[in-house]
């Protein structure tokens, strides 16, 4: 009777290895996803933040893009009001 109880703990204690080997595939194959998808995710992170790095410098080009043509638009203005001015001039005297 005893050599049946152990042999019964004996193959018990098999069973619960083998089980948990399985399982233990099943974790390391979860674990193998995750630090893929994880790897991904910081691979995106880095595209956005390089992304945004290029859109602000495009805004900054742009706003002194802008910046030049308002000075631009003041110097014309200035140029026609002294041309009105002149013709303006010329035309009472």
């Known amino acids: ?3 049946l109880a152990s042999v019964l703990g004996i193959l018990a204690l098999g069973g619960v290895f083998a089980a948990g080997c399985s399982y233990q595939t ?4 979860a674990t ?3 630090e893929s998808s994880a790897q991904q995710a910081a ?3 880095t ?3 390089n992304s ?8 900054k080009t742009a706003q002194e893009a802008a910046a030049g043509a308002e000075d631009s638009v003041k110097r ?3 140029a026609v009001a002294r041309l ?6 010329s035309v009472t005297k």
Do not use: C, L, R, V
């Not at 099943?26 to 194959?29: G, K, R, V």
């Not at 009105?84 to 001039?89: D, G, H, L, Y």
């Open 26 to 29: 099943q974790i390391d194959q």
């Open 32 to 34: 193998s996803q995750a």
């Open 1 to 3: 009777m005893k050599k």
């Open 43 to 45: 691979t995106a992170a």
């Open 52 to 59: 945004a790095n290029q859109a602000g410098q495009s805004a």
């Open 84 to 89: 009105e001015a002149a013709f303006a001039s």
């Open 76 to 78: 014309a203005n200035d």
């Open 47 to 49: 595209n956005a933040q």
